[in-house]
């Protein structure tokens, strides 16, 4: 796609060509947030319609959604209900809004919640609790589909809260779901290779609920909070 053709990119009369599916939603968050980013789009600016959009690129809705979710996630636009999004910003924000969360508070609670969950989960874990978390982990590994593979990430963290046996963990972990749904989608689309590393990292953390043993399991959780807190310092600092 060429956006020097027009002055804008997502605005009436811009003619892109189809994207090819990278993924699609990429190509589509790369090409506007390139777009606000160089000042092809002005603040101020309104972006087209979701269908517009998804004509313009030769993408679906649901790819349009999921780019603008994370042009929002970085400050860059916003959404307002029967109005359409706009642009607010030409370069990211200072913390991302994910949901009903923003990512410093995410990365600050995360911790607390989770790591002492997936020890607990080592020494409470059932039978059907490990069935559920390697077909989860099996299932990310081959998903080609962005979106789907958020929803089996955010959902793995929620069966680890369950696997926990503390209603308390799987009620606050259920409570941020669709933030961390929201922030594992706008990761996999701006930093390079994250999905993979995630995927290793859920798999370090299912061997070691699934070893039985609490201080592995808290400490590989650890480390993929940790490895998620970097990706997203690394989108705020560029």
Same mark, same amino acid.
């Given at each position: 796609m060429n956006l020097s053709d027009s002055r804008t990119a997502g605005q009436q009369g811009a003619t892109p060509s189809p994207l090819a599916r990278l993924s699609a939603a990429e190509a589509v968050f790369n090409a506007i947030r390139g777009a606000i980013e160089s000042g092809k /789009?002005?603040?101020g600016d309104k972006l087209n319609s979701e269908a517009a959009l998804a004509q313009e690129y030769g993408v679906s809705r649901s790819v349009i959604r999921e780019a603008l979710r994370s042009c929002n996630a970085l400050g860059l636009t916003v959404t307002r209900t029967g109005r359409g999004t706009f642009v607010v910003a030409d370069h990211v924000?200072? @913390?991302l809004v994910l949901g009903q969360f923003s990512a410093r508070d995410l990365n600050e609670a995360r911790p607390h919640i989770e790591v002492p969950a997936a020890g607990l989960a080592? $020494?409470?874990? *059932?039978a059907e609790d490990l069935d559920i978390l390697r077909a989860m982990v099996a299932s990310m590994v081959v998903e080609t589909d962005p979106e789907a593979w958020v929803v089996l990430d955010s959902g793995f963290h929620a069966a680890i809260a369950r696997a926990s046996g503390n209603k308390v963990f799987e009620s606050v972990v259920a409570d941020i779901r669709d933030a961390l749904t929201h922030q594992s989608e706008t990761l996999n /689309?701006? *930093? $390079? @290779?994250r999905q993979h590393a995630s995927n290793e990292e859920h798999q370090r953390i299912l061997d070691a609920i699934e070893s039985g043993s609490a201080p592995d399991a808290s400490t590989a959780m650890s480390?993929? /909070?940790r490895a998620v807190a970097d990706a997203l310092d690394s989108i705020l600092k560029q």
């Open positions: /789009l002005a603040v924000a200072n @913390d080592a $020494e409470r874990r *059932t /689309l701006v *930093t $390079e @290779d480390a993929h /909070l």
